[in-house]
C-alpha cells in the first residue's frame, strides 16, 4: 500500500511538472518552430501527430471511436480549443515575443468569467472576483503600454497591437470551446476525445494554411534544426505529455489545484525565454505580469475550500476592502 502511494504521489509531482515546466515551455518551442513553417502549417502537423498518435493508442485497446455526434462536438471543441486557441498564438508570435504572447495569454481566466453568462450573478456579487477583475484588466494595460511601441518601423507598433489582439481572440476561443466542451460533452473516453479534437483541429489548421498560401512559400528544404525540433516539442511533449498529464490530474487532485498552472507559465516563459533566446521583458512589463497574476489569483480565490480561521481573515479583509471602495457605507445617522 505505501509503496502504490508514493508511486502516485511521484506521479502526481511529475505530472505538476509537465504541465508547469512543458507548458510554459511551448511558447519559446513555438518561435523555434516558425523559424521553418507557417504559423497555420506548423500547428497543423503538430495537432494531426499527436491526434493520431493517440487514436492509435486507442484503437490498440480496442475503444471504439463513437458516434457521428461525438465526432462533430469534439470538432467543435478542437477547433475552437487548439484551431483558434493555439493556432492564433503561432500566428502572433511572428510579431511578438514568446515572452509576450505567454503574459498574454495568463489573461485567460478573465475571459472565463466574461464569457460564462449563466453564472455572472455569482461572479459578479464577489469582492474578490470582480476586484480581481479590475486589478487584472490594470494590469494587462500597464503591459500593454510598455508593449505596443513602434520599434523596427514606422508601423512596427500597430502590428504589434494587432498581434495583441489576436492573442486576445485565441483566449477567447479557447474559453468558448472549453465551456461547449463543458456543457456539449461527447460519449467516450477523455482520451478518445482528445484524440478526435486534436486530429479535426490538424486537419481544419492546414486548410486553414491552404487559403491562407502557406503552402506556396513553405519550402521543405529550408526547414531549420531548430524548426523541426520546435515541432517535434510541441507533438510529443506539448501535444501529448503535457495534455495527458493535465488530464490525468483533473480526476486525481482538485481542479483548482491543476489550474495553478496559469500562474506558473508565463513565469517559466519568461524565464526559459530569458535562458535560452535572450529575451528580456522591461521593469513596466514585469510589473504588468505581476499586477496580472495578482488579479488572477484574487478571481480563483473565492473557489478555494480555507479553514475556518483563514475564512474569519478572509472575511475580515472583505470589510476592509469595503469600507475603502465605500467608506460612507458604516457611517451611521
Known amino acids: 500500500m505505501t509503496i ?9 509531482i511529475l505530472a505538476f511538472v509537465g504541465i508547469y515546466i512543458i507548458w510554459g515551455s511551448t511558447f519559446l518551442a513555438i518561435s523555434y518552430g516558425l523559424e521553418g513553417f507557417p504559423p497555420f502549417i506548423l500547428s497543423g502537423l503538430r495537432f494531426l501527430a499527436a491526434g493520431i498518435l493517440l487514436l492509435l493508442w486507442r484503437k490498440s485497446k480496442k475503444e471504439n471511436t463513437g458516434t457521428i455526434t461525438d465526432w462533430k462536438k469534439n470538432a467543435i471543441t478542437g477547433i475552437l ?3 483558434g486557441g493555439t493556432g ?27 464569457l460564462d453568462k449563466k453564472n455572472w450573478k455569482s461572479y459578479f456579487s464577489n469582492k474578490l472576483i470582480t476586484t480581481g477583475l479590475f ?31 489576436i492573442l486576445a481572440v485565441s483566449s477567447v476561443s479557447w474559453v468558448i470551446g472549453s465551456l461547449y466542451s463543458k ?31 502557406e503552402w506556396r512559400a513553405f519550402e521543405i528544404a529550408k526547414i531549420s534544426l531548430s524548426a523541426l525540433s520546435g515541432l517535434l516539442f510541441l507533438i510529443f511533449f506539448g501535444s ?5 498529464s493535465y488530464i490525468w490530474l483533473l480526476s486525481v487532485k482538485d481542479p483548482v489545484l491543476v489550474s495553478t498552472h496559469t500562474y506558473v507559465n508565463p513565469i517559466v516563459a519568461v524565464v526559459i525565454g530569458w535562458i535560452f533566446a535572450n529575451e528580456t521583458i522591461s521593469s513596466i512589463q514585469f510589473v504588468g505580469l505581476a499586477v ?41 445617522q
Open 4 to 12: 502504490l502511494k508514493n508511486k502516485t504521489t511521484i506521479l502526481i
Open 81 to 83: 480549443i487548439l484551431t
Open 88 to 114: 492564433l498564438v503561432a500566428w502572433g508570435e511572428q510579431y511578438v515575443t514568446s515572452t509576450e504572447a505567454a503574459i498574454a495569454i495568463a489573461t485567460g481566466p478573465f475571459w472565463f468569467i466574461a
Open 135 to 165: 486589478i487584472g484588466f490594470a494590469g494587462l494595460v500597464l503591459f500593454l503600454k510598455s508593449s505596443v511601441t513602434p520599434t523596427e518601423s514606422e508601423n512596427g507598433g500597430s502590428v504589434k497591437l494587432l498581434a495583441f489582439i
Open 183 to 213: 456543457n456539449n460533452p461527447a460519449r467516450n473516453s477523455t482520451f478518445m476525445n482528445i484524440a478526435q479534437q486534436l486530429v479535426i483541429a490538424g486537419i481544419a489548421s492546414l486548410i486553414i494554411a491552404l487559403f491562407r498560401g
Open 240 to 244: 501529448i505529455t503535457a495534455y495527458v
Open 292 to 332: 496580472i497574476l495578482l488579479g488572477v489569483a484574487l478571481t480563483n480565490l473565492s473557489r478555494y475550500q480555507f479553514e475556518k480561521r483563514t475564512q474569519v481573515k478572509i472575511r475580515r479583509f472583505n470589510q476592509v476592502l469595503t469600507r475603502i471602495v465605500n467608506p460612507y457605507k458604516y457611517i451611521t
